[in-house]
């Protein structure tokens, strides 16, 4: 009997190489923490810059006026016709704008030596166009004194928040410094102030004279019919290709080769489904261009592979006792499928489903293709069809023109309308989450 | 009843297919980016004035506008092409053999190109000499032919600051970047009097001595920019040193960053442009298919709302954005009235 020889030292201190051991595992979890702060530092400043940049978008300078609705401008005939009406142009509107800012800078008393014309140069495009709305829709009201709440030029709205400043308007010929003068006046009469801007969520896109006055709504609309296409035609169809591959297909060659092939295409850049879009849906089919049902298809194209995997992993992931069970007590293949397999995949497949939306909501790229990208959203569908086949933008798209524009004013625009896709994105993923944490059975 | 799904999806798809094929309400327009500002003003303009529906308007480039609307007549064609040029014979081909065949011509207005710099940076008075011998690849110096040597503006010019070159011009796809090639380049060319020197190389080649007056430089002095106004803008944002080409409605919407550059002494403005004294400008027009008409509802009220006086004149929204009016706009109001078609019949 001999004593055992330690041949490496005390448990209780450590040697060399345990110590080499231990820190190389500090290291290694630094090194996670640093990659996580950096991750979570990154999404921080992406959010700071969006939210800083976009929440002005969500607010607009207003400005109120008492407007007269002079007769003899608005119906020369004095007959109330409303073909007649109609006959006046927006430019025929312009006169009387003038004249009730004039009459306001002379009852609030605001010191100026802008000419009327001048003075209405703050206002916006728009004003004109609403002023018109209103009267044909209320011809009554002619002759009346009615008060309005216009949109102020993109010059004033930017010199409100900040953007436009009295040295940067120096070669400005938009605005000049006496009618920056006006509107502080305006603003110290209290007329002129910066408001909540539902427009922005609700409106149309407007031209580039005017971008005051663009919003977001109709796009989202667009948006809105392109995800029902994708819902009514992917869901079903890629639930339908997964059971049949996973549950009833024989495994041989042919089911491995469109595997891969599902796999492959989930690795596809979307540009290319934007090229057989056209390819095949517009210049083939003769489906009309910038439509939601084109777009739709598109993305149906780019989504449906990402259903497909999310539905066969939540299918495999059924135990088959479960299966075994079904078949057991005299249940069909079918039955078994439909009775008991689908029923606990589902949670599964409705979170594959939604990020597949989601993922198709935020995509651009085959939008170009399919003329979905330009000054499209300007009208408002006003039927399920129309929805679907008249031209229309989408959100991305729409944010992607807002960025490309000369004014300043739509760059704004841009990161509000950023803000409005990740509240829908992050909405949709929070649905997906809470999904699967009620539904999902773990086994 | 995977069978059924699909069916039924087949179904559906064909169902709604049958009704694309019903009529088109509204115009479509596609084509040169820089008159998409302009004609979606217009567009705007048009759908709150008349009970027709707002038109459509694509932007992608005048090339790309002119090949779309050359591809045939019918619905899910577009109805009017947009381009910062004029439409050429090859095009004209290309329609002829489509099926479009009474093309109405229709000039605008004119643009200006202008360049500019950071509102920060030095202010440049340019002639086309400078731009050429700045950015051609190749210039002659002492007599001979060398590839371009000066990487700083106060060598083209003693007047200069000493800046190094960079320009962002605009890429070949754009038209704006043929009348760059054209009105600057070129002309300074000519006016050093290389251009004769390049026809001698060339074995009285005129072709090939203009080819070799516009190749401009590639060793990263003069970069084309594909995108938009916008991506120039940033990329002078980036590098101060940079000078971009702009059209004139861009610079002046972004007169707070950019700084303009004369050119042969003339500032460049509405004005400028259309007396003839600023030299770089260009026509701009759009193309309306005739066939169209009639069949399109507002097509032709949208023609000649485009180039009516209170929206194409000189005190129109247009105007005001940036176009030059045309002083000849009344015979091109005749043109749009009587549907002349490009070689005259009408």
Same mark, same amino acid.
């Given at each position: ?6 041949t ?44 800083g ?21 608005l ?29 306001k ?33 209320n011809?009554?009201?002619?002759g ?9 030029n ?25 009618q ?31 971008p005051?006055a ?5 796009s ?6 392109m995800?029902?296409v994708?819902l009514?035609?992917?869901l079903?169809?890629g639930?339908?290709?997964s ?9 041989n ?10 796999s492959n295409?989930?690795a ?36 449906l592979?990402t ?5 066969r992993a ?5 135990p ?6 079904a ?11 439909f ?33 979905m ?13 129309s929805?679907?086949?008249d ?23 841009a ?9 829908f ?5 929070a ?13 | ?9 087949a ?7 049958a ?19 302009y ?13 027709f529906?707002?038109?459509?308007v ?12 050359c ?28 099926g479009?065949t ?7 207005g ?11 940076g030095?202010?440049?008075e ?29 060598e083209?010019?003693a007047d ?5 070159i ?8 754009h038209g704006?970047?043929?009348v760059?090639?054209d009105?600057? $380049? ?6 050093t !009097?290389? &251009?004769e %020197?390049?026809?001698?190389? *060339?074995?009285? =080649? #005129? ?9 401009l ?18 990329? $002078? ?5 940079g000078? !971009?080409v &702009?059209? %004139?409605?861009?610079?002046? *919407?972004?007169? =707070? #960053? ?12 509405t ?8 030299p ?15 069949v399109?509802?507002? %097509?032709?009220?949208?023609a ?5 006086d ?12 940036g ?16 549907e ?7």
């Open positions: 009997m001999s004593e055992p020889t330690r490496h030292g005390s448990l209780l201190i450590q040697d060399a190489r345990t110590r080499n051991r231990n820190r190389a595992e500090t290291r290694f979890k630094m090194y996670g923490i640093a990659a996580i702060s950096i991750g979570l530092l990154m999404l921080t400043i992406l959010l700071i810059t969006i939210i940049r976009g929440t002005g978008a969500f607010q607009q300078t207003f400005v109120t006026l008492p407007v007269e609705l002079s007769a003899a401008k119906d020369k005939k004095g007959n109330r016709d409303l073909a007649d009406i109609k006959k006046v142009s927006t430019f025929g509107y312009t006169p009387l704008m003038s004249a009730a800012l004039e009459a800078v002379a009852q609030a008393g605001i010191e100026t030596t802008l000419k009327p014309k001048a003075m209405a140069a703050i206002l916006s495009k728009n004003a004109a166009a609403t002023l018109r709305y209103y009267v044909l829709a011809p009554q009201m002619i009346e004194v009615v008060e309005f709440t216009f949109l102020t993109s010059r004033v709205d930017g010199y409100l928040k900040g953007r436009v400043t009295r040295d940067s308007i120096a070669n400005d010929k938009n605005i000049n410094a006496a920056l003068d006006l509107v502080d006046g305006l603003i110290a009469d209290g007329a002129l102030k910066k408001q909540f801007n539902l427009a922005f969520i609700t409106g149309a896109d407007a031209s580039d004279a005017r005051e663009a919003g977001m709504g109709v989202m609309i667009g948006s809105l019919f995800m029902l994708v009514v035609l992917a079903p169809i639930v339908a290709a059971i049949y591959l996973e549950e009833f297909a024989p495994k060659w042919i089911t491995d080769i469109i595997e891969v092939n599902i295409l989930a596809v850049p979307s540009i290319v489904f934007g090229i057989l879009g056209l390819a095949v849906f517009i210049n083939y089919m003769h489906l009309p261009n910038s439509a939601p049902l084109v777009g739709g298809l598109v993305l149906t194209l780019m989504t592979p259903i497909i995997i999310s539905t939540s299918l495999k992931s059924v088959p006792s479960i299966r075994d069970a078949l057991g007590v005299g249940a069909s293949k079918m039955q078994s499928v009775h008991h397999v689908l029923p606990l995949a589902a949670p599964g497949i409705l979170t594959g489903t939604i990020i597949g939306l989601a993922q198709a909501l935020g995509e651009t790229a085959p939008l170009l293709l399919i003329g990208v330009g000054f499209i959203a300007s009208n408002a569908p006003d039927s399920i069809s929805g679907l086949l031209p229309n933008s989408a959100m991305p798209a729409q944010i992607y023109e807002w960025a490309k524009r000369a004014d300043p004013a739509f760059y704004e625009r990161w509000g309308g950023i803000i409005i896709l990740l509240v994105l992050i909405t949709m993923n649905i997906a989450i809470m999904l699967r944490r009620r539904f999902e059975r773990r086994w | 009843m995977s069978s059924i799904k699909m069916t039924t999806s179904l559906a798809i064909a169902a709604v297919s009704t694309a094929a019903a009529a088109r309400d509204q115009v479509q327009v596609a084509g040169s980016s820089t008159v998409l500002p004609a979606s003003i217009v567009a705007e303009a048009f759908g709150e004035n008349f009970d529906p707002t038109p459509i694509e932007s992608g480039g005048s090339s790309a506008g002119l090949k779309r609307f591809e045939g007549v019918g619905e899910n064609t577009i109805d009017v092409a947009n381009a910062s040029r004029q439409i050429k014979g090859s095009e004209l081909e290309v329609c002829t053999a489509n479009v009474d093309i109405i011509e229709v000039q605008i004119y643009d200006g190109i202008v360049f500019a710099s950071d509102i920060a030095e202010s440049f340019f002639t086309a000499i400078d731009w050429y011998k700045a950015l051609s690849a190749e210039i002659v110096v002492d007599g001979a032919v060398v590839a371009n040597p000066y990487t700083m503006w106060n083209v010019n200069f600051p000493a800046q190094p960079q320009a962002y011009i605009p890429g070949t796809k704006t970047r043929e760059f090639e009105k600057v $380049i070129l002309a300074g060319c000519e006016e !009097g290389d &251009f %020197l390049f026809k001698t190389v *060339n074995g009285d =080649d #005129k072709k090939a001595a203009e080819k070799a007056c516009i190749a430089r590639t060793d990263g002095k003069s970069v084309d920019i594909d995108g938009d106004y916008t991506e120039t803008l940033a990329r $002078i944002e980036s590098n101060k040193d000078i !971009g &702009f059209g %004139l409605a861009f610079y002046e *919407n972004n007169t =707070d #960053k950019l700084q303009v550059a004369t050119m042969s002494g003339v500032v460049p403005s004005e400028s442009i259309s007396t003839g004294d600023y770089v400008s260009r026509p701009l027009f759009f193309y309306v298919k005739k066939a169209h008409i009639g399109i509802p507002g %097509l032709k009220e949208f000649e709302f485009f180039v009516a209170e929206i194409a004149g000189p005190d129109g929204p247009l105007a005001e954005y176009l030059v009016s045309d002083p000849a706009l009344a015979d091109t109001q005749a043109v749009v009235e009587d002349t078609t490009i070689g005259g019949g009408s």
